[in-house]
């Protein structure tokens, strides 16, 4: 009697599924992509649009990007996600990488000045502030809108780059585009009742929502503020689901005020690369994280 031909099955490969196209998703596929997963990566984005960078993302072999096909619900028993036409995926490990979006309708003339929601924001404002001081030759004044975390955090950044910011929690009806050619493209605030402030730039950092919606069809728990919580490796309270960028909440706080985009994906790629290696064993101790000790 003949022997029985030699297996030919392998273990098949990983599916990671990320809801989700932002900074924080985009960062998350390049450190995987940097890390040589083997596995396949599809991308559900809520953008209608085709950036650069998540065209570029695209062109990865082990990548498929679904522009427009937001993810509207999670079957964790099965674990499948769907999306709002219809369309079904299958997934080892889910990441969800909603972001966050404003509370109020964006102020008239926004477009004109910076913003700041998230750390990532600091790099850029940094940048502007720098040219702003080599137009005018003098340290800049900075008129500042916002409250909560993110103001305050924004009004460091300023401060820390020579920046004389002025602050106010009065919310404007418009941003002023700057009268002259020198200087930043706004550099003031007018209020519905008429008053102004005018300064050299203007930084808008209002308040935020995480976009955690679609935690609520997979059970997960959110933090009382917004967000999905999650723990120092980014899982959050249902297996093989775990959330990165403003979506995701730790100590109660959203994600992006906490850690860069960057150093997260990072941090969650070491994560996701270590449950794919062994996706039938007990969670391994945790790798460093990017995110701070819990107060």
């Given at each position: 009697?003949?022997?029985?031909?030699?297996?030919?099955?392998?273990v098949?490969?990983?599916?990671i599924?990320?809801?989700?196209?932002?900074?924080?998703?985009?960062?998350?596929?390049?450190?995987l992509n940097?890390?040589?997963?083997?596995?396949?990566?599809?991308?559900?984005?809520?953008?209608?649009?085709?950036?650069e960078?998540?065209?570029?993302l695209?062109?990865?072999p082990?990548v498929s990007?679904?522009?427009?096909?937001?993810?509207?619900h999670?079957?964790?028993?099965?674990r499948t996600?769907?999306?709002?036409?219809?369309m079904?995926?299958?997934?080892d490990?889910?990441?969800?990488a909603?972001?966050?979006?404003?509370?109020?309708s964006?102020?008239?003339?926004?477009?004109r000045?910076?913003?700041?929601?998230?750390?990532?924001?600091a790099?850029?404002?940094g940048?502007?502030?720098?040219?702003?001081?080599?137009?005018?030759?003098?340290?800049p004044?900075?008129?500042?809108?916002?409250?909560?975390?993110a103001?305050?955090?924004a009004e460091?950044?300023?401060?820390?780059r020579?920046?004389?910011?002025?602050?106010?929690?009065?919310?404007p009806?418009?941003?002023?585009?700057?009268?002259s050619?020198s200087?930043?493209?706004?550099s003031?605030?007018?209020?519905?009742d008429?008053?102004?402030m005018?300064?050299?730039?203007?930084?808008l950092?209002?308040e935020?929502?995480?976009r955690?919606?679609?935690?609520?069809?997979a059970?997960?728990?959110?933090?009382?503020s917004?967000?999905?919580?999650?723990?120092?490796?980014?899982?959050?309270?249902v297996?093989?689901?775990?959330?990165?960028?403003?979506?995701?909440?730790f100590?109660?706080v959203?994600?992006g005020?906490l850690?860069?985009?960057a150093s997260?994906?990072?941090?969650c790629?070491t994560?996701?690369?270590?449950?794919?290696?062994?996706?039938?064993?007990?969670?391994?101790?945790?790798?460093?994280?990017?995110?701070?000790?819990?107060?």
């Amino acid at each position: 009697m003949s022997a029985p031909a030699p297996s030919t099955s392998t273990v098949p490969a990983t599916r990671i599924v990320i809801a989700g196209a932002g900074p924080a998703a985009q960062a998350l596929v390049s450190q995987l992509n940097r890390a040589r997963f083997t596995g396949t990566i599809t991308v559900l984005s809520n953008r209608d649009d085709t950036p650069e960078e998540l065209l570029e993302l695209a062109l990865l072999p082990q990548v498929s990007v679904r522009f427009g096909q937001p993810a509207s619900h999670i079957d964790p028993e099965n674990r499948t996600v769907a999306t709002a036409d219809g369309m079904e995926f299958s997934y080892d490990q889910l990441v969800i990488a909603t972001g966050s979006a404003p509370v109020a309708s964006p102020v008239e003339g926004a477009s004109r000045c910076l913003s700041y929601s998230t750390i990532d924001d600091a790099a850029r404002i940094g940048e502007a502030v720098s040219e702003v001081t080599r137009e005018l030759g003098r340290r800049p004044l900075g008129i500042l809108v916002g409250t909560g975390a993110a103001a305050g955090q924004a009004e460091a950044v300023l401060r820390a780059r020579g920046v004389r910011p002025i602050r106010t929690t009065a919310r404007p009806a418009a941003v002023m585009p700057h009268a002259s050619e020198s200087g930043f493209a706004a550099s003031g605030v007018v209020f519905e009742d008429g008053s102004s402030m005018y300064g050299d730039l203007v930084v808008l950092a209002e308040e935020r929502v995480s976009r955690d919606g679609l935690a609520a069809s997979a059970g997960l728990q959110t933090a009382a503020s917004g967000g999905i919580v999650i723990s120092k490796d980014f899982r959050t309270s249902v297996p093989g689901i775990w959330a990165l960028g403003d979506a995701a909440a730790f100590d109660g706080v959203r994600l992006g005020l906490l850690v860069a985009a960057a150093s997260a994906a990072g941090a969650c790629a070491t994560q996701l690369l270590t449950a794919a290696s062994a996706p039938s064993a007990p969670p391994a101790p945790s790798a460093p994280s990017a995110l701070p000790a819990a107060a």
